[in-house]
């Protein structure tokens, strides 16, 4: 059966440091991988998304990579901020080309100052 | 834009009840979907609709209904709550296909605010 996972429930880093946070899937041939912001108590917010055809997507101080050879997707923050604080999910297609999304459980990232 | 919202915000119900969570958007996007979220158990797909008069199951349909009879509204029925059903509910839409020769089939979801909901 498909399975995502993230890689940690939980990452620390410094403030000024690169966060970097990992998304593995098996069994699954996406078309597409997107990146969700998730604070407590607010549903899930849409920072990225990049295609299986794409090596590497940025917005601003973020980066996403997706090797569909290793089945893994790394989100990268430069420059962390005690802002950036949150759960990052990923989320690919349930099927090949459907707007269906499957979700990772999520890591919780916190940024200390 | 108000975006997608959902009422209730919190709701208790007692095993054996019945309710409607409301959702609605304004962007008109033609799909809409309903999520659940629990703890280590991430967010899971409920049941989704690409436009009025379709609907689909997802991964976790038993015990809920819905229907979409209108772009904008898609609500989402517990007919007899079970404390299972304990969760935060999440209803998300986007666009679908192409448009202006942009393909939109990938296009991110918008996702409202979540209903708490309890069954005791």
């Known amino acids: 059966s498909q399975k995502i996972e993230q890689n940690s429930e939980a990452l620390n880093i410094q403030e000024g440091k690169t966060a970097t946070l990992t998304c593995n899937y098996t069994?699954?041939?996406?078309?597409?991988l997107q990146w969700y912001r998730q604070d407590p108590g607010r549903g899930p917010v849409f920072l990225l998304l990049?295609?299986?055809?794409?090596k590497e997507k940025r917005k601003e101080r973020l980066k996403v990579t997706f090797d569909t050879t290793l089945k893994q997707s790394l989100f990268h923050i430069t420059a962390s901020q005690p802002a950036d604080s949150a759960t990052y999910l990923c989320?690919?297609?349930?099927?090949?080309?459907?707007?269906?999304?499957?979700f990772g459980k999520g890591t919780k990232l916190s940024v200390i100052p | 834009n108000a975006g997608v919202t959902q009422t209730p915000k919190f709701q208790v119900l007692k095993t054996g009840q019945s309710m409607t969570l409301q959702c609605a958007q304004d962007?008109?996007?033609?799909?809409m979907s309903w999520y659940r979220q629990d703890p280590g158990m991430g967010l899971r797909l409920i049941h989704y609709?690409?436009?009025?008069?379709?609907?689909d199951q997802g991964e976790v349909p038993n015990g809920y209904n819905v229907s979409r009879s209108t772009t904008e509204d898609f609500p989402l029925r517990l007919l007899s709550a079970a404390p299972s059903q304990t969760s935060v509910y999440f209803c998300?839409?986007?666009?679908?296909?192409?448009?202006?020769?942009?393909?939109?089939?990938?296009?991110?979801?918008?996702f409202g605010p979540g209903t708490r909901l309890t069954v005791l």
């Open positions: 998300a839409s986007s666009y679908t296909g192409w448009a202006s020769g942009r393909d939109l089939s990938y296009n991110e979801q918008f």
């Open positions: 069994n699954y041939s996406p078309a597409y």
């Open positions: 990049i295609r299986e055809n794409e």
């Open positions: 989320a690919l297609d349930y099927e090949a080309g459907s707007y269906q999304l499957t």
């Open positions: 962007m008109n996007h033609e799909y």
């Open positions: 609709s690409v436009g009025a008069g379709i609907t």
